[in-house]
T-cell receptor, first 121, second 114 residues
Framework: GAVVSQHPSWVICKSGTSVKIECRSL??????MFWYRQFPKQSLMLMAT?????????EQGVEKDKFLINHASLTLSTLTVTSAHPEDSSFYIC?????????????????FGPGTRLTVT | AQSVTQPDIHITVSEGASLELRCNYS??????LFWYVQSPGQGLQLLLK??????LVQGIKGFEAEFKRSQSSFNLRKPSVHWSDAAEYFC????????????FGTGTSLTVIP
């Protein structure tokens, strides 16, 4: 089955530094990747939609300059948290959509990564 | 407002008992519907999905869900719960008119007692 990986799985950084999180589709090509944020005991909130070769679309309330998204290839999207602060500490999850649009079963399939735990001290 | 509602924040069941987790949505058209499970500190695993056709869908790990258009519901069921089913369960909706964007419910935390 389709696999999505994230790296790192967890990271601790100091306040004011930047952190990059990678999301890779390992065995399929993904034109679209999504980035979610999940606070403890809460649901996933969509942060942005990342399309290969174009600018990401951010959800309302998400700071574009703080959460930089780059989708340079069909298998890799990165999320950079710039000038991180303790309130940015969260669980970040990406998902990737399979390119195969020939059938509904594949077209709407999203595969989720295992998540990255970010702690800002 | 459009939303996905999981009315039960937390459910406790005995091992071997049956389980039903509720999910209601308020999107106009018939959306695509999904159930995911998340173990602590882990990503999401797809349990089952509904696109069209038979309103009762079977998933992995013995789970099933039934789509009821009249009630805008997509409840998840399992006839006999195992201790390993303890996790967080999320219902998700793709309205199909927003570019394959998912909206998640608030989640239901399941505790299984011996």
């Amino acid at each position: 089955g389709a696999v999505v990986s994230q790296h790192p799985s967890w990271v601790i950084c100091k306040s004011g530094t930047s952190v990059k999180i990678e999301c890779r589709s390992l065995d399929f090509q993904a034109t679209t990747m999504f980035w979610y944020r999940q606070f403890p005991k809460q649901s996933l909130m969509l942060m942005a939609t990342s399309n290969e070769g174009s600018k990401a679309t951010y959800e309302q309330g998400v700071e574009k300059d703080k959460f930089l998204i780059n989708h340079a290839s069909l298998t890799l999207s990165t999320l950079t948290v710039t000038s991180a602060h303790p309130e940015d500490s969260s669980f970040y999850i990406c998902s990737a959509r399979d390119l195969d649009g020939r059938t509904p079963a594949h077209y709407y399939e999203q595969y989720f990564g295992p998540g990255t735990r970010l702690t800002v001290t | 407002a459009q939303s996905v509602t999981q009315p039960d924040i937390h459910i406790t069941v005995s091992e071997g008992a049956s389980l039903e987790l509720r999910c209601n949505y308020s999107y106009g058209a018939t959306p695509y519907l999904f159930w995911y499970v998340q173990s602590p500190g882990q990503g999401l695993q797809l349990l089952l999905k509904y696109f069209s056709g038979d309103t009762l869908v079977q998933g992995i790990k013995g789970f099933e869900a039934e789509f009821k258009r009249s009630q805008s519901s997509f409840n998840l069921r399992k006839p006999s719960v195992h201790w390993s089913d303890a996790a967080e369960y999320f219902c998700a909706v793709d309205p199909t008119d927003t570019g394959n964007q998912f909206y998640f419910g608030t989640g239901t935390s399941l505790t299984v007692i011996p």
